[in-house]
């Protein structure tokens, strides 16, 4: 889908009102304009204002380069090397503005560079252009709509505003290029699908399948930031489907699919995606850490019983060797962050002692800094797999209810399992010289 000439929308025409839009967005689109700068309000921000909804994010995109935009600002810093960008800083609120970009050529320049891979990804793209080369290299039409902070006017140059009236995510460009050129592109697909309740247009979610594997190219701290706007965007378990329809998952999380689809696995991944889902309506916290838990949760088990099959280790040394195999594994896929992993193996820990409440174990285990994570997770286990997991879970529930008393008296119930008895032999007298 080429892009065609400009449509503009008067400021009467249109929807999108300054009122709705941040403070710090405003000051630094007017600074840009009274500094002779082009300075438009772009992407999601502006689609997500057309439809009624409240922006995450602002961005700017801008005719000066980043480092004229950072002489304008003194703060604002200048980020990444793929993709040139200024950070305008005010406190926690970063107004993220990018360059116009320009279509690449054989020449290069010291402000205009660019490279891509054999298979077409980009791997730098630091070149300049005018706002009509700027929407063609977006990536949906929905994201390449312009409010000009000069007249309030709004541009359009991809028919982004009838996308937006039909509900239809559609790529700009052939798909197969456009992807080769950014993997993350069919990621985002699904993301704004779900999450603007949009269909994906037929010749854009056509290459999605057989491109998949294209996501093994993209570093893994990259995919764990995408991987978080997938899940924790309020609409977790329905971008999760969606992904799993265009085989995406597989390339996220390879250890939890290696031998496909298991129904007791993805019970569980479902239940903790809906309950994740719930506590961000409701305001609640949430950490990305009990998501991924759940996910690499059987793999866990799976590969603790292998290990005890081949090794004959004990069995908390042989949870302990899975762990850390699964983690190390999956890390390279997608780069969860230690602090994360950390909890993970809390919440994983703790599954395997809470069955151990005899003498001091149950107030050690209750009084560990990730019991309630833990206890959580418990519960999504045993309405996954019922049996004695939930005679454990109401057990747990009970004893948190309990004052001292209770809980001294809940525990003294608990029979203490039986040790194995050392055996003594009596030690033979040494035999004496003659």
């Not at 840009?32 to 009624?52: E, I, Q, T």
């Not at 309630?372 to 045993?382: E, G, I, P, T, W």
């Amino acid at each position: 889908m080429p892009v065609t000439n400009s449509t503009s929308i008067h400021r009467s025409e249109h929807s999108i009102s300054r009122n709705d839009i941040s403070e710090n967005a405003l000051k630094v689109l007017y600074r840009l304009h009274k500094s002779g700068h082009k300075a438009y309000l772009v992407g999601g921000g502006v689609r997500d204002l057309l439809l009624g909804l409240k922006p995450k994010d602002f961005d700017i995109a801008t005719d000066a380069t980043p480092e004229q935009v950072k002489k304008l600002f003194r703060n604002c810093r200048l980020v990444g090397r793929r993709f040139r960008l200024a950070h305008i800083l005010f406190g926690r609120d970063i107004i993220e503005v990018a360059t116009l970009r320009g279509h690449h050529s054989d020449e290069e320049t010291e402000k205009n560079t660019s490279s891509q891979s054999q298979e077409g990804m980009l791997l730098r793209d630091n070149v300049y252009g005018s706002i009509e080369e700027d929407a063609e290299r977006r990536d949906f039409t929905v994201n390449a709509l312009y409010y000009d902070i000069a007249d309030f006017s709004l541009r359009d140059f991809c028919h982004g505003l009838d996308d937006l009236e039909c509900r239809r995510i559609e790529l700009i460009g052939d798909p197969e290029t456009r992807y080769r050129e950014d993997p993350v592109r069919m990621l985002r697909a699904v993301r704004f699908a779900v999450k603007l309740q949009m269909e994906i247009s037929e010749r854009t979610k056509a290459p999605i399948t057989k491109l998949a594997p294209l996501l093994k190219d993209i570093p893994p701290a990259r995919l764990f930031e995408e991987s978080l706007k997938l899940m924790l965007s309020g609409q977790g378990l329905a971008t999760y489907k969606m992904l799993q329809q265009y085989q995406l998952l597989q390339q996220l999380y390879p250890v939890s699919f290696v031998n496909g689809d298991d129904p007791k696995s993805e019970a569980l991944i479902h239940a903790a995606l809906a309950n994740t889902d719930e506590r961000i309506k409701a305001d609640k916290r949430v950490t990305p850490a009990f998501l991924y838990a759940a996910i690499l949760w059987y793999p866990v088990e799976q590969k603790t019983q292998e290990i005890l099959t081949e090794s004959g280790l004990p069995f908390n040394d042989a949870f302990l060797m899975a762990m850390n195999e699964v983690l190390d594994f999956q890390v390279k896929s997608v780069a969860i962050p230690k602090r994360f992993t950390s909890t993970m193996r809390d919440i994983w820990v703790l599954q395997t002692r809470m069955s151990k409440r005899y003498g001091k174990h149950a107030y050690r285990i209750f009084h560990h800094p990730k019991f309630r994570a833990a206890y959580d997770f418990l519960q999504l286990r045993a309405d996954n797999e019922g049996g004695e997991l939930v005679e454990l879970f109401e057990w747990w529930t009970d004893f948190q209810e309990q004052d001292e008393d209770g809980k001294r008296s809940m525990v003294a119930k608990l029979s203490k399992p039986a040790t194995k008895k050392r055996r003594y032999y009596k030690k033979k007298p040494r035999p004496t010289s003659s």
